[in-house]
């Protein structure tokens, strides 16, 4: 009778579109609570509660309880997932999965015996797990790279950079291969006549999990010929004193017209301090608001403009990135100074993803614009590739943007040096974006300070410190 149940649920859910199931992640290794609410007032007498677990239509009873008695005491050992009895008076038959393995996703119905009728809630468990760090070999007789990670879920992206951040992806193979334990294995290899000595880079990127591994390899070029030497030799010779000319006269010009802000380190730490002033100097309320969609890094934007601003604290997860599902990532808003605080604006993870909160959030930026300078910005992971249908709705957003603030949002493109980001910027210039960052956000994983990337941070926000002035005095009406 209990299986029928689930299975008649099951094919209620498949109709119904799933929308009666409460969706739940893990990460491999972690523990996960999968909730069981009811009226305990309304409970009956001899109190029995169960729970299925079904895995491809594969169902299990995996807890039974009558008048708070454990009725598979003999299995106690084996069985998954733990019930605490105490718990029933109230109103609570929540299982406790300890170090969840990917053998635990699937389907999971609790059933409670109420005087009137059974109460079922159903969940779906997915289990994601971290990728091991990616090793990184060379085969000097063909020129190829081999980066290679394991265990990991779901098959995971890999990226490859060379030198100054240029992107070899698309000279790359990469084959996912599911192991035993319901994981994948990843090999991806690349092919790269290497001519001069350069740092390349392998990136296992687990996307969901918005976790990154990455591995290096400094590597020579092959050995020449005499004639290759010659000819090397004599174009050096040509070319030297041209670029030691320019070279004299690039460094004239930074230290003349930039500061020597690159020069020495000592005026770059003075210029960082000089923006964190401004910023500190901001008495005007400001909100800056970040629209995106889930994974596509809002909350580790937050984090990372804050930890930037910050220098004397250490890196935290301020915003709640990585936390699951990404919609109810906590919290909302973070402040960075006394007068200035970054909210987010978390979009639906499909291609429609403007359509269900449309109104609700332009009435609360029509009403907040009235007492609070709001400069918005729309942020895009450049590893998400635009859909005619996220294009259309992109350009929707603008416009309701623009309706509530006078001006098309800034754009900021995460994850900077994978995918296409020129064209990307080129799209949301086009589409009337004022500014178009790009980033590579600092994360939990990867936080070590960068006086280059602070900077970028910091022009970001003093960038809309500067968008709000300038729409707050395209408000103010004109007196004679």
Not at 86 to 99: M, P, Q, V
Not at 208 to 235: A, F, S, W, Y
């Amino acid at each position: 009778m209990k299986l029928f149940s689930i299975g008649l649920i099951l094919l209620v859910i498949q109709c119904t579109g799933g929308s009666l199931v409460k969706k739940i992640t893990g990460v491999r290794g972690s523990d996960v609570w999968i909730e069981c609410m009811f009226d305990a007032a309304k409970m009956s007498q001899d109190k029995p509660v169960w729970w299925l677990h079904c895995e491809n239509s594969n169902c299990t009873e995996i807890q039974y309880f009558r008048d708070g008695v454990d009725q598979q005491q003999d299995r106690a050992a084996s069985r998954r997932g733990r019930v605490y009895p105490d718990k029933f008076r109230e109103g609570t038959a929540s299982l406790f999965i300890e170090n969840v393995q990917m053998s635990d996703k699937g389907h999971y119905e609790c059933t409670v015996v109420l005087r009137e009728r059974p109460y079922t809630k159903i969940s779906v468990l997915t289990v994601l797990a971290s990728y091991e760090p990616p090793q990184l070999t060379e085969a000097l007789d063909t020129r190829s790279f081999t980066c290679s990670s394991r265990n990991g879920f779901p098959p995971a992206l890999v990226t490859w950079t060379g030198g100054s951040g240029m992107n070899y992806t698309p000279d790359s193979v990469t084959q996912h291969t599911p192991n035993p334990e319901g994981l994948y294995d990843v090999v991806s290899k690349l092919t790269r006549n290497v001519t001069e000595e350069e740092t390349i880079c392998c990136t296992v990127w687990n996307q969901p999990l918005q976790e990154n591994k990455t591995n290096c390899m400094r590597v020579t070029p092959g050995q020449e010929t005499d004639d290759q030497h010659i000819i090397m030799i004599g174009i050096l010779i040509l070319v030297t004193p041209f670029i030691m000319a320019s070279s004299v006269g690039i460094m004239i010009y930074l230290y003349l017209y930039e500061g020597a802000v690159l020069l020495y380190p000592s005026c770059r730490r003075q210029n960082l301090a000089t923006k964190r002033e401004r910023i500190s100097n901001c008495s005007h309320h400001t909100v800056i608001v970040l629209i995106g969609k889930p994974e596509h890094g809002v909350p580790s934007l937050i984090n990372s403009c804050v930890y930037a601003y910050k220098t004397d604290e250490p890196f935290k997860n301020r915003a709640g990135a990585m936390r699951h599902p990404p919609h109810y990532a906590k919290p909302e808003e973070v402040p960075l100074t006394e007068h200035i605080t970054i909210t987010r604006a978390l979009l639906q993870p499909e291609d429609r993803f403007w359509t269900s909160e449309r109104e609700a959030y332009l009435d609360k930026w029509r009403r907040e614009e009235q007492s609070h300078r709001r400069p918005f910005v729309f942020v895009h992971s450049c590893i998400d590739k635009l859909t005619a249908i996220t294009k259309d709705e992109i350009q929707k957003l603008f416009e309701d943007v623009k309706s509530v603030s006078g001006s098309y949002p800034f754009t900021v493109l995460t994850m900077k040096n994978f995918g296409t980001a020129d064209e990307l910027k080129r799209f949301f210039k086009d589409l009337g974006s004022k500014r178009v960052f790009t980033f590579h956000n600092y994360t939990i994983q990867k936080h070590k300070r960068n006086a280059k990337r602070d900077e970028e941070f910091l022009d970001f926000v003093n960038a809309c410190i500067d968008e709000a002035v300038d729409t707050e005095l395209e408000m103010v009406p004109l007196t004679r």
